[in-house]
């Protein structure tokens, strides 16, 4: 939204990160979202699972980011307890247990995961 520069994704820092070489870093990356692509171009439900982070769930036009409780207590420094830190009641539809079987986060029940 608004006028926001796009930053391209350093392909170099990911491979450092994940330990793979740069070339496995782009390739996976790029392998991903060209599925993801393509599985919201015939009109699929996707869930993108994203490690210690959370799940980003799109459903038609519908986007909505699901995050796991211990992340928001790792970058808040705060405890999620029933959303009771929360002083935005929205934000306890963003909170999500790792427990929770992907397919139920959806309003259809049908979605492709990518893990």
Known sequence: PGDKEL???KYAKVATDASVSRRKAEGC???VTSL???CLGKGENVALVLRDVGVL???G???QMKFYSDFLERITGKRIQEGA???VPQLLDMVVSRMVPVAS???TGRVI???
Request: hydrophobic content about 50%; overall charge positive; cysteine-free.
């Open 7 to 9: 930053e391209p994704l």
């Open 29 to 31: 990356i790029l392998g």
């Open 36 to 38: 993801l692509s393509h």
């Open 57 to 59: 769930l799109i459903e």
């Open 61 to 63: 036009r519908r986007v």
């Open 85 to 87: 830190t929360f002083k």
């Open 105 to 107: 986060l959806t309003l």
């Open 113 to 115: 995961i990518f893990p």
